[in-house]
């Protein structure tokens, strides 16, 4: 049971190019979500899915997509990268009838130049 | 309007005594959930505690305890007999469960524990 796994770990993109961060849990979680996390802020919520081929806007969606084709994967692409999209991407998953136990991802730090 | 606010960026405690951070919140719903996660320097969200809403005893997971005060909108976190090991960013977070389970994080509280 690996939890929820990121990847990569770190990743430096030049302004408009394109990337997808992966993200994959092994607990058979219905609800999973990506966040970022900026210098002095909380984590605000980009995208989430409460189950394969659902998914919905959070606080902060501009610049992402989202799908969800398994019920084990969500990826998160960046479409044309930004400076401003400098930040640590997390992914985090539950189950729909324990949501109050989110497990987190261990991040991916990601610098756009 | 912010969803969660902390609003103690920094906070200090002696070892073995007790800290409470604040957190307080802003919603419609009826029913939501609160939470507190611990960032230690390594990077990783870790899970302390959940009070729902519609729970009318104060949540305690060992060391730590969720005071939730409904009527003042505030859900602070106790954690008594402080330990080295505590020192860390705390977040407090809120899911709307009628809005379509959002979450929303507050900006944290940096807590360093003296010896």
């Known amino acids: 049971n690996a939890g929820v796994t990121q990847t990569p770990k770190f990743q430096v993109l030049k302004t408009g190019q394109s990337m997808t961060l992966q993200c994959a849990q092994d607990?058979?979680?219905?609800?999973m979500s990506w966040y970022r996390q900026d210098p002095g802020m909380g984590l605000r919520l980009i995208h989430y899915?409460?189950?394969?081929?659902?998914?919905d806007q959070g606080e902060v969606p501009n610049g992402y997509n989202v799908s969800r084709s398994t019920t084990e994967d969500f990826p998160l692409r960046l479409l044309s990268a930004a400076p401003s999209q400098t930040s640590v991407y997390f992914c985090?998953?539950?189950?729909?009838?324990?949501?109050?136990?989110?497990?987190f991802g261990p991040g991916t730090r990601l610098l756009v130049l | 309007a912010q969803k969660i606010t902390q609003t103690q960026p920094g906070m200090f405690v002696q070892e073995k005594e007790a800290v409470t951070l604040d957190c307080t919140y802003d919603t419609s719903d009826q029913s939501y959930g609160l939470f507190w996660y611990k960032q230690p320097s390594s990077g990783e969200m870790i899970f302390l505690i959940y009070?729902?809403?519609?729970?009318?005893q104060n949540a305690t997971e060992g060391r730590y305890s969720l005071n939730f005060q409904k009527a003042r909108k505030s859900a602070n976190l106790v954690i008594s007999a402080s330990q080295l090991g505590d020192s860390a960013m705390y977040f407090c977070?809120?899911?709307?469960?009628?809005?379509?389970?959002?979450?929303?994080f507050g900006t944290g509280t940096s807590l360093t524990v003296i010896p």
């Open positions: 977070a809120m899911r709307e469960i009628g809005t379509g389970n959002q979450f929303y």
């Open positions: 607990m058979n979680h219905e609800y």
């Open positions: 009070q729902g809403s519609y729970d009318e």
């Open positions: 899915s409460v189950g394969a081929g659902i998914t």
């Open positions: 985090a998953s539950s189950l729909w009838t324990d949501p109050e136990t989110q497990y």
